[in-house]
């Protein structure tokens, strides 16, 4: 029930007052959350257009330290939105939530997730026995381009947790193929975008025999970075 508000934002009130006044209102969702799915249907996920729908999270806070640091020279965009390099956020900041109930947090492990977005959605994409690859051979963090640390922060230097998330992660992106063809127009600003540029199918994906195998390797090893088996 908590979506209901969302529907009733987005459908009744938005889209209402935007016909009333010969105006379209817009889709804010980032590329994060229309790959996962994070909206609502006939929600917040309507709108005439997504402007941002193509950067991550990470590139959203990136383009608010722009548009104050550079463009303005001032604070803008309230900096107690932004969080330290490790996406961490003090006790006085706001942390990113639907906000649809009580102490509501995203569930996306930010800065990784991004990383992982972008080379799933690269012109040359990556398949999920690419990263486990890379996980295996301990250059995960490098091939992505984050530090070990933020590895650290979301707990996926842990072979199970990383297993546990990595599979979490493309599932729900299959899952919510669906939303994203209802979705509004996107901009594109990167090689590869949501709707007209990335083509999906409805239809599930199968574990490959080649994933069964680097899974069963990877829960062998003790820690990321080592190849000592348990």
């Given at each position: 029930?908590?979506?209901?508000?969302?529907?009733?934002?987005?459908?009744?009130?938005?889209?209402?007052?935007?016909?009333?006044?010969?105006?379209?209102?817009?889709?804010?969702?980032?590329?994060?959350?229309?790959?996962?799915?994070?909206?609502?249907?006939?929600?917040?996920?309507?709108?005439?257009?997504?402007?941002?729908?193509?950067?991550?999270?990470?590139?959203?806070?990136?383009?608010?330290?722009?548009?104050?640091?550079?463009?303005?020279?001032?604070?803008?965009?309230?900096?107690?939105?932004?969080?330290?390099?490790?996406?961490?956020?003090?006790?006085?900041?706001?942390?990113?939530?639907?906000?649809?109930?009580?102490?509501?947090?995203?569930?996306?492990?930010?800065?990784?997730?991004?990383?992982?977005?972008?080379?799933?959605?690269?012109?040359?994409?990556?398949?999920?026995?690419?990263?486990?690859?890379?996980?295996?051979?301990?250059?995960?963090?490098e091939k992505l381009?984050?530090?070990?640390?933020?590895?650290?922060?979301?707990?996926?230097?842990?072979?199970?947790?990383?297993?546990?998330?990595l599979e979490w992660?493309?599932?729900?992106?299959?899952?919510?193929?669906?939303?994203?063809?209802?979705?509004?127009?996107?901009?594109?600003?990167?090689?590869?975008?949501?709707?007209?540029?990335?083509?999906?199918?409805?239809?599930?994906?199968?574990?490959?025999?080649?994933?069964?195998?680097?899974?069963?390797?990877?829960?062998?090893?003790?820690?990321?970075?080592?190849?000592?088996?348990?």
């Amino acid at each position: 029930m908590d979506n209901v508000q969302a529907k009733i934002r987005g459908t009744s009130i938005l889209s209402n007052l935007s016909a009333k006044y010969n105006c379209f209102f817009t889709n804010n969702g980032n590329k994060l959350e229309i790959a996962l799915g994070y909206s609502t249907l006939y929600g917040d996920w309507g709108g005439a257009i997504a402007p941002i729908g193509d950067l991550t999270k990470t590139e959203v806070v990136a383009m608010c330290h722009y548009i104050n640091d550079t463009v303005f020279g001032k604070e803008i965009i309230p900096e107690l939105l932004f969080p330290d390099a490790l996406w961490r956020f003090k006790e006085d900041q706001i942390q990113p939530s639907a906000e649809l109930k009580s102490n509501q947090v995203d569930p996306m492990k930010f800065g990784y997730h991004c990383k992982l977005l972008e080379a799933v959605t690269d012109y040359q994409k990556k398949v999920i026995e690419d990263i486990m690859t890379w996980y295996l051979e301990g250059t995960l963090h490098e091939k992505l381009g984050i530090s070990f640390e933020l590895m650290q922060r979301w707990g996926i230097d842990e072979p199970e947790a990383f297993l546990r998330d990595l599979e979490w992660f493309y599932d729900t992106i299959q899952k919510n193929v669906f939303k994203r063809v209802q979705s509004p127009p996107i901009i594109l600003t990167s090689k590869s975008s949501y709707g007209y540029d990335i083509r999906e199918s409805l239809l599930p994906i199968l574990k490959t025999k080649r994933f069964k195998k680097i899974k069963h390797k990877i829960n062998a090893i003790n820690k990321y970075g080592t190849i000592q088996v348990k």
